[in-house]
């Protein structure tokens, strides 16, 4: 059964559908557009400049912010170029807070940083898009939640799924009955990442503030295979692929299935592909069970071989039929596999090897927070409700590190019978940067 909060979700979702950036800038003058504060140029933060710019007549990019000098100039030389003029530049991100000009402040930082630095930009009284992983640990997304209660400011996760128009249809579909009762969700993700090789200690680029790129994490002397990507492998900075890229579809299927916290996850893998300093798995399937559901993902990093054609995806199964639901379109199924209806995008799918992800959906994912600040539209990715999605996929990190399943508590996701297991909720910080909310 569809809980009466996913099912609202379900309608939100439903009615948003088509909803675009030109539609708010009936609403909105210039003259009330929202200041945005993007931290983090690199990779990601790309999307939030196009993002922001199909967004223009709602808001505009008032500061930029990088700790590595090099970045921001790039950065800000494509801002000029694609918004016409140039936003603020600063190099610590905390002068950004302190101004009073800004009212929203998106996060596309390493994962280290997202909770800590969404904390803080609440607390300075800002609303927040902060990229997934909305967090680094369990322990971090619960206190993003209390501190998004406690300032009273939006926090609106980069779940960017939940805003792409022809996902959001067929999952109000599903939920509708479309392949009857669904129980079960299957998502992949395939990718030919190459080694990250063994990096030696090097002196730290001139450029780069080392110590603020660090901020909450224990220090480490500086290596010259970490920044700007590899430290998504490294467990002091990253997540691994589980977090980075298994987020999107593990909530698609958690979305489409109606379901919250899981009862137990179970996770296996390893690094097989290469040996270097790749600390997390290259490879990945994980199992969280749920009363009467099941989801699995299996990540694949180093591995390209696709499933359904596509390198990514969600499949979602029920009692009438399947739907396989993905960045470039959707297919439906009956119960012998014939093929009943799709859906295909006219342009073309971005690749898994894609890091940068500009796209419509990310487009209209910045539209619903504009809409959600300025006329009360419900937010398409909330921290309370994505944070089961992110909690979840950590904890399958959890069960790979301790390899053994693990037992959780329906009301909040904390690990039963296991404290080994549960010591793995939270992390520890460099003296002076502990998350406080």
């Not at 993003?144 to 792409?164: D, E, F, P, T, W």
């Not at 901020?215 to 480490?220: E, H, L, N, W, Y």
């Not at 920044?227 to 958690?254: F, I, K, M, Q, S």
């Not at 699995?296 to 009438?320: F, P, V």
Request: with cysteine; proline share 4%.
């Amino acid at each position: 059964m569809v809980s009466r909060r996913r099912f609202l979700y379900g309608l939100a979702a439903g009615a948003a559908v088509g909803a675009t950036a030109k539609s708010y800038a009936r609403i909105m003058g210039s003259n009330e557009r929202l200041n945005f504060a993007v931290v983090g140029t690199n990779s990601r933060g790309t999307a939030h400049l196009s993002g922001l710019k199909a967004n223009a007549t709602a808001g505009r990019i008032s500061h930029i912010c990088d700790v590595d000098a090099r970045n921001l100039r790039k950065y800000a030389g494509r801002a000029e170029s694609v918004l016409g003029y140039t936003p603020a530049s600063e190099a610590d991100f905390r002068r950004v807070l302190e101004s009073k000009d800004v009212d929203v402040v998106t996060i596309a930082t390493p994962d280290h940083w997202h909770a800590p630095m969404a904390i803080l930009a609440l607390q300075a009284g800002k609303h927040v898009y902060v990229e997934k992983p909305s967090s680094h640990n369990p322990r971090e997304g619960e206190l993003l939640i209390l501190a998004q209660k406690k300032y009273g400011k939006l926090v609106q996760v980069g779940n960017q799924h939940r805003s792409c128009a022809h996902e959001m249809e067929m999952v109000h579909k599903i939920h509708d009955g479309l392949i009857g009762r669904t129980y079960f969700g299957k998502a992949w993700y395939a990718n030919t990442r190459g080694s990250m090789g063994v990096g030696k200690v090097v002196p730290v680029p001139a450029e780069l503030n080392w110590d603020l790129w660090q901020g909450p994490a224990p220090r480490s002397a500086y290596k010259d295979n970490i920044h700007p990507y590899n430290w998504h492998w490294l467990r002091r900075y990253g997540t691994g692929e589980a977090l980075n890229n298994g987020t999107h579809e593990v909530d698609v299927c958690r979305w489409a299935l109606g379901v919250d916290w899981p009862e137990h996850v179970v996770a296996q893998g390893g690094r097989y592909h290469f040996k270097d300093d790749w600390e997390f798995y290259d490879t990945l399937v994980a199992t969280f069970t749920y009363p009467g559901k099941t989801i699995a993902w299996e990540g694949k990093s180093c591995q390209g071989m696709k499933y359904n054609g596509r390198d990514r995806g969600a499949l979602i199964q029920g009692t009438e039929g399947s739907v396989v639901l993905a960045l470039d379109g959707y297919e439906v199924y009956d119960l012998q596999g014939k093929l009943k209806d799709d859906f295909k995008l006219a342009s073309k799918p971005r690749a898994s090897s894609d890091l940068i992800g500009q796209d419509e959906m990310t487009n209209a994912h910045f539209a619903n927070l504009i809409g959600a600040i300025k006329t009360g539209e419900p937010l398409h990715s909330p921290i309370a409700d994505i944070n089961i999605s992110i909690t979840s996929l950590q904890l399958a990190n959890i069960s790979w590190t301790v390899n053994r399943e693990v037992l959780l508590e329906s009301r909040d996701g904390h690990i039963k019978n296991d404290p080994d297991a549960m010591k793995l909720w939270a992390r520890s910080y460099e003296h002076g940067w502990e998350v406080k909310v």
